[in-house]
């Protein structure tokens, strides 16, 4: 009995083991052309696609969209240059195609490249111009149905030419598209900074007609920024226009949603500047009714340190000067606030969350204006109110005599 219960137990030992060999279909991961960022344009062939159509290498299409894929090279992170420091050779190349669709385009690549894998993707830049014409929820839609692709995708705009983005990158030797999604980890340090939303959190916005925003990435011949950040109308689903650094800065203080950064404002009497530095900071849209009359009142609060002055040096914890300083920063928030506000009402979109405190507080209400909500909003009251909290002066806490 004993030896049965060995044999059995050997057999299924080895059947278990048989099932850890792995996929049959399986490839080596080199073997693979790892797509790692897409840039979508208006459709104007590129030169290398004119030759080939001269050649023979056309299909009927219409030039509506421009896609530029970027594929990362796996074998040349581990190379070495002459001199045994790191290989300056290329880790990525571009591939561009034009046509009617992304299933199209991506079809057309499979005859000038080996195994592209979407699987990889870390970012999607789109172009205004693009956005423009074709609404986002039909330039996307064949990437939510991908099942290879993850919902994790970040999306960003450009007002300039989309592809441009993914040919400069700010450090030597980085792969354009991963230093783009890097670069937002700097969130922390830049309340100016727009949030990269994924395709996980696009789809609601376009699903019930909301509008929103998302970063806008331009270059220079040398250089890449994150500045400031398109607006998605949401009864289009089309770029509907453009809001500087600082409205995405009084934005993102309306909607609570800073994860660090700064606030400068100038000493009225003397023009001496004073940053503030945000340790934290949240934000309550209050919905007030009236009768039939709809206000709202934005509360917002911050927690932080005075980080620089160029005030002459003073007793900065005395209550007097504390409480002066607390103003002047308080007074610059609402001021950001405002500003942002109005750049809403200017492009008849709502994108800071007015219309969602709405429909929470006073859902039988929203009922009655949600169909037409973006021109609604132009014409309701705003008021503002911020408290800041100073908790540290650094070593300027000094008394000088």
């Known amino acids: 009995m004993i030896k049965f219960r060995s044999g059995l137990t050997a057999m299924t030992a080895l059947l278990l083991c048989s099932t850890l060999t ?28 004119k030759r080939l159509q001269k050649r023979g290498g056309g299909y009927p299409k219409q030039e509506l969209i421009r896609r530029t894929v ?56 789109i ?3 693009l956005l423009s014409r074709i609404s986002m929820y039909e330039l996307l839609d064949y990437f939510l149905r991908d099942n290879d692709i993850r919902l994790s995708l970040k999306v960003m705009i450009s007002t300039g030419t989309a592809s441009d983005v993914l040919k400069k990158t700010t450090v030597p030797g980085q792969v354009p598209a991963l230093a783009l999604k890097e670069l937002f980890d700097n969130r922390k340090r830049n309340s100016r900074m727009a949030k990269p939303l994924p395709l996980a959190k696009i789809i609601g916005p376009l ?74 900071a949240k934000s309550k849209i209050q919905a007030i009714m009236d009768g039939d009359d709809i206000s709202f009142h934005v509360h917002m609060t911050s927690n932080g340190r005075i980080a620089e002055s160029f005030k002459p040096a003073k007793n900065l914890s005395n209550n007097r000067l504390m409480a002066q300083e607390k103003k002047w920063v308080e007074e610059k928030v609402n001021e950001l606030a405002q500003n942002a506000a109005a750049r809403m009402r200017e492009l008849r979109v709502d994108v800071g969350g007015f219309g969602e405190a709405l429909r929470i507080q006073h859902p ?4 009655k204006v949600k169909n037409d909500w973006d021109n609604a909003f132009v014409n309701i009251p705003v008021t503002y109110s911020t408290k800041i909290q100073i908790e540290d002066y650094g070593a300027a806490t000094m008394t000088v005599n």
């Open 207 to 280: 699903k019930s007609n909301k509008s929103f925003i998302l970063p806008n990435v331009i270059t220079t011949d040398h250089e890449i920024k994150v500045a400031g950040a398109g607006v998605i109308k949401g009864k289009t689903q089309k770029y509907a226009g453009f809001l500087s650094e600082t409205e995405v800065e009084g934005l993102q203080w309306i909607k609570g949603d800073i994860a660090g950064g700064i606030v400068k404002e100038a000493d009225p009497q003397s023009g001496k500047i004073i940053e503030y530095e945000i340790k934290s």
């Open 22 to 49: 792995g996929c049959w279909s399986s490839s080596p991961i080199e073997d693979r052309n790892l797509e790692v960022g897409i840039a979508l344009d208006t459709g104007t062939q590129s030169r290398e696609e």
């Open 127 to 129: 172009s205004s111009s």
């Open 364 to 367: 039988e209400v929203w009922k």
């Open 70 to 125: 970027q594929f990362e090279l796996p074998e040349a992170h581990g190379g070495s240059g002459s001199n045994g420091g790191p290989s300056q050779a290329k880790n990525f190349y571009n591939l561009v195609e034009t046509g009617d669709s992304m299933m199209e385009i991506t079809r057309e690549t499979y005859l000038q490249t080996n195994s592209p894998a979407g699987f990889h993707l870390k970012t999607i830049v």
